[in-house]
């Protein structure tokens, strides 16, 4: 089956959410939707979850799943706010869990933060599936980037968040806590090993040395032919080689920490203190 598939471009973040809708029907699912923040005033913005929002009531759809490919380290996820507009349950992956422990030491949440996934409807696992409408998803355990990536294989098209990215690219880093370059190579050859007209949608896309527009759209076999950091069957060696040195050189993502204390929440802001106000940590020297 062949979904539809709707990208919504967020340019502050270089963020690509998708609405993937059933052909046959009404139902849909949101995957990784955005909540725009601004840092240095620490406001919230919901312009990008809205369009989202108009979309879905446009074209009278269902929303059955907002996925998550993972905890997210660039932007804050909008999940909680879409679902209490038009439904949905919010799904990410099991090893949710680690990411959970890890980052609820470094922000030292202490024992009121549940490091169990229960604040998500449905922690998936490799080999689950599920239904939009009639149309089945697949689920795929891809880390590296993090514990806890999944790619999502709705019909012919594969949602793989952070860890590809278009052809001439490359992929995601794997430099954050629990992250490795050989867990994200054999990751990656998970997602090849899919037929190759398998269509492959990116969470993040940056413009290329020499391309002039955005894109997030391409395919299995063109992933396998012209990958710059894994294609034409590049050795594990080269590509950890290659992906260690050049994660040494980045730098932190400019949201990464309201962006974790966020998503690891699904979405949720941090408990409010007793005059209702939320406050998000800095931790220093930590990450």
């Known amino acids: 089956m062949k979904p539809e598939v709707t990208a919504f471009f967020d340019e502050a973040t270089f963020t690509i959410s998708y609405v993937v809708r059933d052909p046959q029907g009404s139902a849909c699912a949101v995957v990784d939707s955005v909540l725009d923040f601004d840092y240095a005033s620490g406001r919230t913005d919901t312009r990008s979850a809205d369009a989202i929002i108009k979309y879905v009531q446009d074209n009278n759809l269902t929303v059955e799943w907002l996925l998550e490919s993972h905890v997210h380290a660039d932007h804050l996820s909008a999940a909680p706010y879409i679902q209490e507009r038009v439904g949905g349950k919010i799904g990410i992956g099991d090893n949710i869990t680690v990411v959970q422990d890890t980052f609820g030491k470094v922000f030292n949440e202490g024992t009121k933060f549940q490091r169990d996934g229960s604040q998500f409807d449905k922690l998936f696992k490799e080999g689950d599936s599920f239904h939009i409408g009639q149309m089945r998803g697949d689920v795929l355990h891809t880390p590296g980037h993090t ?127 007793e005059n209702g106000d939320v406050f998000l940590k800095v931790p220093v020297n930590k990450i």
């Open 147 to 273: 514990p806890a990536c999944l790619t999502y294989v709705i019909g012919d098209a594969a949602f793989v968040g952070d860890t590809l990215f278009m052809p001439d690219f490359g992929t995601a880093r794997c430099d954050f806590p629990g992250g490795s370059s050989e867990t994200l190579f054999n990751s990656i050859q998970k997602i090849l090993s899919l037929p190759d007209e398998t269509r492959i949608f990116v969470g993040h896309d940056y413009k290329a040395p020499g391309r002039d527009f955005y894109a997030w759209e391409t395919t299995v076999g063109e992933q396998k032919r012209f990958n710059i950091h894994v294609g034409e069957g590049k050795p594990m060696e080269d590509f950890v080689r290659m992906r260690d040195e050049r994660d040494a050189t980045l730098a932190m993502p400019r949201l990464i920490i309201p962006s974790l204390q966020v998503n690891m929440r699904a979405g949720h802001m941090p408990e409010p203190d």
